[in-house]
């Protein structure tokens, strides 16, 4: 049986004249609030309604009372930070149409948060009520697309500028550039003209065998295959950052036009970490958060265990935890870093995955933890609740079931926030490593630069006392 913290009268006052707007520690470790000073570690979720299909109608289903009752639940365990999907199809149906109707649902649920005391981080327009018109042909360095996003954020930070229920603005989730499209082979030819300045030294930089097939100005895209060493391929990947970053850029900087008193990230995919791709190179998502951390306040990445079952042996387990620090050390460029999505199934065998008990989820999240405690200063599990229409792990992987009832991930996230100053530790000093040889290696090369980063890892790791969340 479910018992829930309810809040009383005092308790909601006290939250609404204790919240404050956050931003990163002067050391740069970490997150303080604003006035006060006190140290702000996010714990929480990743926020939808579990009942309102798959994938969620967050914002054409919002039922304001069932929110509220989420987020009483929500903070009843701990959370203390909520993410959450801005969606186009709700937001902004056309490039130049900001829906009022869809702003004055998020007035409600951004009152709901600062009632129960629970942070927002707002996640830009996607997908999933519906791709606009305005994405086609080029959604991340199409005109179009890109100026329909300044037009966005003009109106949607504005709006909610100095507003202290929300913790940061998150670009998108999971952006991941695709490989190819025929609108950038004008934009490739002029990133190398600016790279190189001209044909003699591009000629240089690149091989006789990949350059003598190329008219200066015309060059050719690569196959998306592996080719370690090759220059096209190097160069094609870097182009492809750069268009990244451009995205990012341009984003950030319409942002703190309308709203320079909240914090900006991007909730990268775990395939920005280059030295584990599965596939051909068309899996790295070309979205760097090593490059863009110049634009952001801090950087949120996402991860899941993609190296077999961590209960199919003792192996699997550490695998699945050594890639976990690699991604999260990767990210590391001097600012904080959140895992911002994670976790795992449990109670449940969704899509032909094995059974896995609540226990068993339990256990696994929580060791992600105790590996990640030097490493983020956040932590935000997917989703809140079992999803029972979902197509993936999102049907068994809540912190509660689809009733509001605690699953055991549940009763030990709750356990966890409530000593959440104890939670962080120090980060240590961190090993560098060359990722550009990850952006034209094969597998056999990508595992070998993979293992000596997650070597370096462990041994920083273990030479500062932390634990490495090794044991079941």
Known sequence: MFVCIWLSAADVAANRSSMDLVEVSPDGRGFAERDSGRPYI??????????TGWAPKIWRQFDAAKVREHFRVMRGMGVNCARVFLTAGSFQPTAEKIEESALEKLDMLVEIAREKGVRLILTGPDHWEGQPAYWKPDRFAGQAALEALERFWDVVARRYRGEPAIFAWDLLNEPHLPWSLEQWRPLWNAWLRNTYGNQEAWKAAWSDEEAKSD??????????????????????????????????????????????????????????????????????????????????????????????????SDIKWQKNMSYLQGVLAYCHTGKPVVLAEF?????????????????????????????????????????????????????????????????????????????????????????SSD??????????????????????????????????GSEK
Request: charge should be neutral; glycine fraction near 6%.
């Open 215 to 312: 008219e200066w100005g015309n060059v050719a895209v690569p196959e998306n295959k592996p080719d370690p060493g090759s220059s096209r391929l190097r160069d094609w990947q870097l182009f492809r950052e750069h268009l990244a970053d451009e995205w990012v850029r341009r984003q950030v900087e319409a942002i703190r036009r309308a709203d320079p008193t909240h914090l900006v990230t991007v909730g990268y995919i775990q395939w920005s970490y280059p030295l584990v791709r599965p596939g051909n190179p068309n899996r790295y998502a070309a979205f760097n958060p090593r490059r863009q951390a110049r634009w952001l306040d801090f950087v949120t990445i996402h991860f899941y265990p993609t190296m077999g079952s961590p209960f199919e």
């Open 435 to 468: 990722f550009t040889r990850a952006l034209t290696a094969d597998e056999k090369e990508l595992n070998e630069l993979h293992q000596t980063y997650i070597q370096a890892i462990s041994q920083a790791i273990a030479a500062s006392g932390d634990k490495n």
């Open 42 to 51: 996010p714990f929480g979720t990743n926020y939808y309604d579990p009942h």
């Open 343 to 431: 976790g795992w199934y449990g109670g449940g065998a969704p899509q032909h995955h094995p059974y896995l008990s609540e226990r068993q989820q339990a256990r696994w999240i929580v060791g992600e933890i105790e590996a990640s405690r030097s490493l983020a200063d956040g932590w935000l599990s997917w989703p809140f609740a079992d999803t029972p229409e979902s197509r993936d792990i999102s049907l068994y992987a809540g912190l509660v079931k689809a009733d509001l009832a605690l699953k055991d991930w549940g009763r030990e996230f709750k356990a966890l926030a409530a000593h959440l100053p104890e939670l962080k530790k120090s980060t240590p000093k961190l090993p």
